[in-house]
């Protein structure tokens, strides 16, 4: 498709984390701009983009945040204490990373033609569309969507207190990125969003800012379907990275004799093999929300906040096995609203995870009413509702 001087192009962008959900939000996004403007997708993992291309003129690889542990693992391994601790992890400590991961996306918003930028997770991104004078939005999870003005980012779970990262280091060597663009520096670290306006998918209770929300956040899910019937037997389990490289997970799903279909995009072709000979239905793709809902008993998977609302909107059990601080806070949250079991998949043995799935199976689902309550904020329209807030964003474009 050409540039056209009477549409607005939109860069959504993408630079960190795993996950098909990111890709969902940009495309359900896309898709309800419709005519309105022209998307292109720069993606820093390009399992799912096919489901973008439908709605794009362009989806690409594009640059990425990699976690460096080399501090965190000097320091004891603690782990990740807040937001900027996180940050810290990804290199925002180093000036010359920052400020060729922001090339990155100048570039790109220059070669595209861009005049706004939807950022799931791509604080560079956002920092490139700042220096280069356009808007952005800032879409994702609560969680991964941190308000601007914060004097410092909370502790989110109080065991996990032990700063690697302070935050006046990461302020200076942002500070010195945008700088070196010809941009003033920021005065706090989670200025880095004052820049977009926030439109996180979540509910009230997974998200750990939601007090300091300036506008709702908009529904995670958009199907509404109706609670399941009873009948589903299956356990349906989604691990998208190396969770399967635990040995003890393995073998505790494997020697289960219950009905079973995985969705594992991360694990090996020899994973694969192994529970396909274990009479699990391994999906080649992801599996749609309606089919989760009929077959499906209980949901195991990582703690990822829109597998835990899809759960949370079936009213099913769910046993989450977290890999790291997002997904532990996001379980805890939602087992205060539902029965969502976590295993600590590094300390559990086959017996223990087997037990505590079994015992997850047998219960099933949670309280019904508590499940209606719950499925008025998890569902709705969100197309349309960012559709609303978008498009007065295009016309200042």
């Known amino acids: 498709m050409a540039f056209e001087a009477n549409r607005t192009r939109i860069l959504l962008a993408w630079e960190g984390g795993a996950g098909r959900g990111h890709v969902v939000t940009l495309r359900d996004i896309a898709e309800a701009l419709g005519a309105d403007a022209i998307c292109d997708a720069a993606l820093c993992r390009m399992e799912h983009a096919a489901e973008l ?3 794009c003129d362009s989806v690409f690889q594009g640059a990425r945040l990699s976690t460096n542990r080399a501090r965190r693992e000097a320091a004891g391994d603690p782990q990740v204490a807040t937001w900027g601790d996180f940050l810290g992890d990804l290199n925002f400590w180093n000036p010359q990373f920052l400020i060729a991961q922001i090339k990155w996306w100048l570039e790109t918003i220059k070669a595209r033609k861009s005049r706004l930028v939807i950022a799931d997770f791509a604080p560079c991104a956002q920092l490139a569309a700042l220096i280069s004078g356009i808007p952005s939005v800032a879409v994702g999870t609560g969680y991964s969507v941190p ?5 410092g980012f909370p502790v989110l779970l109080p065991e ?4 690697v990262f302070a935050e006046d280091e990461l302020l200076r060597a942002v500070n010195m990125a945008l700088v070196h663009y010809g941009v003033k520096p920021l005065t706090r670290l989670s200025d880095i969003y004052a820049g977009s306006t926030a439109m996180p998918r979540t509910i009230a209770g997974l998200d750990p800012y939601r007090s300091m929300r300036q506008a709702p956040p908009l529904p995670p899910l958009s199907e509404k379907l109706p609670r399941p019937d009873g009948s589903g037997n299956e356990i349906f389990f989604y691990f998208p990275g190396d969770e399967t490289e635990n040995h003890a997970l393995v073998d505790a799903l494997i020697g289960l004799d219950l009905p079973m279909r995985a969705f594992i995009p991360g694990a090996t072709a020899g994973v694969r093999e192994l529970f396909a000979e274990a009479g699990v239905t391994v999906e080649a793709r992801p599996v749609s929300f309606e089919a989760i809902n009929r077959r499906s008993r209980l949901l195991l ?3 990822q906040h829109g597998t835990l609302c899809m759960g949370l909107g079936m009213g099913i059990g769910q046993v989450a096995f977290p890999q790291h601080l997002e997904h532990l806070f996001h379980a805890r949250r939602a087992g205060e609203m539902a029965p969502v079991r976590i295993v600590d998949p590094a300390a559990a043995d086959a017996d223990e995870i087997s037990a505590t799935i079994m015992e997850a199976y047998e219960i ?3 309280d019904a009413a508590a499940t209606e309550k719950l499925r008025a904020s998890l569902f709705g329209d969100a197309g349309a509702m960012a559709r609303a807030r ?8």
Do not use: F, K, R, T
Request: net charge negative; no cysteine.
């Open 390 to 397: 978008i498009l007065p964003l295009l016309q200042q474009a």
């Open 53 to 55: 291309v439908p709605y």
């Open 147 to 151: 308000p601007a003005g914060l004097d």
């Open 364 to 366: 099933g689902g949670g």
């Open 301 to 303: 998977h990582s703690g």
């Open 160 to 163: 996990y207190a032990e700063l």
